[in-house]
C-alpha cells in the first residue's frame, strides 16, 4: 500500500465531531484517502452532526445505529469522556483497529475500555485540515504492520507522520506538535499588537504577523541549513534584529519560556490521563 496514493477502502468510524475531529475529516474526505460512503461519525450535537453531513459522510447520535462491523474506529474524545463513552465500542473488538487521539490516555487503560488489544495512539494538530499536519503515532505490539500502514495512511492524508519506540514519548509531542498551533498563533497575535503599537494599521499588522511567520516556517522546511544558521543569516552586526534578538536571548528568555510552556502542557497530558489508570 502507497499511502500518499491509497483511497482506504476500509469502513470508518469516527467518534466525535468536534475541532479536531472535524479536523481530521476534512483531511481523510477532501485528499480522497477516504470514500465518504465508508465514513461513518457519531456525534451527539446535532450542529457538528450537520457540519459532518455536509462532506458526504453517514452521521450518527449515538453508536447504536452504526454498521455491524469497522475496520477503524477513530476515537477524537475529550479524555474525561472516555470511561462513560466507549464501553458499547467493544462489541467492535474482534476486527476493529482502535485508534485513540485521546491526550494523556494510556494503551492499557483504552483496551480495558474497549476490550480489544488493536490500539494505536495517535496525536494530530489541526494543521491536519489543510494537508499541513503533523502526527504522532505509536501501536500497541498487537496491531499487524497492514493495519499500521493503513492507520498511517489515514493520517498522512493531512501530513506527516511519525512513530515513537516509546509510549511516553507520545506525550511529549502532545505538548510540542499538538498544542504548538495554539503556540504560533499566539505568537501571531503578539506580533499583530506590537505592530499596532508601533503606527501600523491593523490590517497591515495581522497580514505581516502571518506572512512573517509562514514565509519563515516556509523557509525553514525547505532550507538544507538548520534554524540556527538561517538566524545568523539574517542578523547582521549591530543591525535592527540583532537589536531585537538581544531582548529574547537576554538571560535565555525565550528559550526559558518555551520550555516552560511546553513542561506545562506536558505535565497536564499526563493529568489528563492519570485518573483513569485507576478506574
Request: net charge negative; proline share 5%; with cysteine.
Amino acid at each position: 500500500m502507497d499511502p500518499a496514493s491509497t483511497t482506504l477502502s476500509h469502513t470508518l468510524v469516527l467518534v466525535g465531531c468536534g475541532n479536531m475531529g472535524y479536523a481530521l475529516l476534512r483531511g481523510w474526505v477532501n485528499s480522497s484517502t477516504v470514500y465518504s460512503r465508508n465514513v461513518h461519525v457519531v456525534e451527539p450535537i446535532a450542529a457538528l452532526r450537520d457540519r459532518a453531513a455536509l462532506l458526504g459522510v453517514n452521521t450518527h447520535e449515538s453508536c447504536e445505529t452504526l454498521p455491524a462491523k469497522a475496520d477503524l474506529i477513530v476515537i477524537a474524545l475529550k479524555p474525561q469522556a472516555l470511561p462513560k463513552e466507549l464501553p458499547p465500542y467493544s462489541r467492535f473488538s474482534d476486527g476493529t483497529v482502535f485508534v485513540s487521539i485521546a491526550a494523556g490516555v494510556l494503551s492499557a487503560r483504552l483496551k480495558a475500555l474497549l476490550n480489544s488489544a488493536r490500539i494505536v495512539r495517535a496525536m494530530p494538530n489541526t494543521p491536519t485540515a489543510i494537508g499541513k499536519g503533523s502526527t504522532i503515532v505509536f501501536p500497541d505490539s498487537a496491531v499487524g504492520g497492514d493495519d499500521l500502514e493503513s492507520v498511517v495512511c489515514l493520517f498522512r492524508a493531512g501530513g506527516a507522520v511519525h512513530q515513537v519506540a516509546h509510549e511516553s514519548l507520545i506525550d511529549a509531542a502532545t505538548a510540542v506538535s499538538g498544542s504548538g498551533p495554539a503556540y504560533i498563533f499566539y505568537v501571531i497575535e503578539c506580533l499583530t499588537d506590537a505592530a499596532c503599537e508601533l503606527g501600523l494599521s491593523a490590517e497591515v499588522a495581522g497580514k505581516l504577523a502571518k506572512e512573517t511567520v509562514h514565509g519563515a516556517a516556509a523557509l525553514a522546511f525547505e532550507s538544507s541549513e538548520d534554524p540556527a544558521e538561517l538566524r545568523r543569516q539574517v542578523t547582521s552586526p549591530n543591525g535592527t534584529t540583532a537589536a531585537g534578538l538581544s531582548v529574547l536571548a537576554a538571560e535565555n528568555a525565550l528559550s526559558s519560556l518555551i520550555l516552560r510552556t511546553t513542561k506545562a502542557a506536558f505535565d497536564r497530558s499526563l493529568e489528563l490521563g492519570a485518573p483513569m489508570q485507576g478506574q
